[in-house]
């Protein structure tokens, strides 16, 4: 059982920078896969960003095309930590963003196959 906790959140100008972070409890988080969801107002969730699950000394990262080179996800599984570093926003990127975890050795794109969520976190960015 994993439990997962986003944080960072908030209103920021279309330029601006935020961090996300998504903070599991449970022994085993180093085995999940985690990504990085956002739901728009009357939009589907969508995948932005992945991390590949700990363990080894290589993890592979997933971004959805339009945040490529604006965002980095990252993972410290010591802190049992995944963090979205989210740079030179645009109105475009408002929405709640959740983290989720899957137990997978791949990254999942679809949400169906994430096995925990987050509560979300507001990501408003104003133009």
């Known amino acids: 059982q994993v439990q997962l906790v986003e944080s960072g959140g908030g209103l920021v100008q279309a330029g601006g920078s935020l961090t996300l972070s998504c903070v599991a409890s449970g022994r085993t988080f180093s085995r999940y896969a985690v990504g990085w969801f956002r739901q728009a107002p009357g939009k589907e969730r969508e995948i932005v960003a992945g991390i590949t699950r700990g363990g080894g000394t290589t993890y592979y990262s997933y971004y959805k095309d339009s945040v490529k080179g604006r965002f980095t996800i990252s993972r410290d599984d010591a802190k049992k930590t995944v963090t979205l570093q989210m740079n030179s926003l645009k109105p475009e990127d408002t929405a709640v963003y959740y983290c989720?975890?899957?137990?997978?050795?791949?990254?999942?794109?679809?949400?169906?196959?994430?096995?925990?969520w987050g509560q979300g976190t507001q990501v408003t960015v104003s133009s």
């Open positions: 989720a975890a899957a137990v997978s050795a791949v990254i999942p794109t679809t949400q169906r196959n994430y096995d925990y």
